[in-house]
């Protein structure tokens, strides 16, 4: 449709017919814009909403094989794992809502030609409203425009909604594992 929206054109045919008919209305038209911002983490403005993720979603987000995972350790030293070689080398996004956090990514290249995707996840209260697509978007761009021509992640084989995604995206399954493991990987 052209300039005016159906719901002001609605709105516009609504008020003529009662104006016709000799009645009077007023007729507000509300529009509400969704501001979407994608951050570079920032320690004091987005440690406890990632955290709160990890409380809540834990099962989801670490293998209960990962006994020395912290994800206060991951977040403070953008380190993909507790090694002295990986701090800093993870990135960090955060998505945002309206000023409000609603999802974040964490990924890092690998190698030279190899990047991993370590976490795309959503609040619970934003989920199935295209989040987490932006968020593998936003990671896979960036590990492209790094000179990765291979991105690998790790899900459950019970994260229905997350192989959803994957797949759809265009990742591969690799391979799975009798711990309950799938292995994705997207070629360039």
Do not use: C
């Amino acid at each position: 449709m052209s300039k005016f929206s159906r719901s002001r054109l609605l709105a516009f045919a609504l008020a003529i017919s009662v104006l016709v008919g000799g009645g009077i209305v007023a007729v507000h038209h509300f529009t509400t814009k969704t501001k979407i911002e994608v951050l570079d983490f920032d320690e004091t403005r987005d440690k406890s909403f990632i955290l709160d993720i990890f409380k809540n979603d834990w099962y989801w987000l670490v293998s209960e094989y990962s006994t020395d995972f912290s994800p206060e350790y991951m977040l403070h030293y953008r380190a993909s794992s507790k090694s002295a070689e990986n701090i800093g080398d993870l990135t960090i996004k955060v998505i945002y809502e309206n000023g409000k956090p609603v999802g974040f990514t964490a990924y890092h290249k690998l190698s030279l030609y190899v990047g991993r995707i370590i976490f795309v996840a959503v609040d619970k209260n934003f989920r199935s409203k295209g989040y987490g697509y932006k968020l593998l978007q936003l990671a896979v761009d960036d590990l492209k425009s790094r000179g990765a021509q291979k991105i690998r992640l790790v899900t459950r084989t019970n994260n229905a909604p997350g192989i959803k995604l994957y797949t759809r995206f265009g990742f591969k399954e690799t391979s799975r594992d009798e711990d309950g493991f799938l292995y994705f990987q997207y070629d360039v």
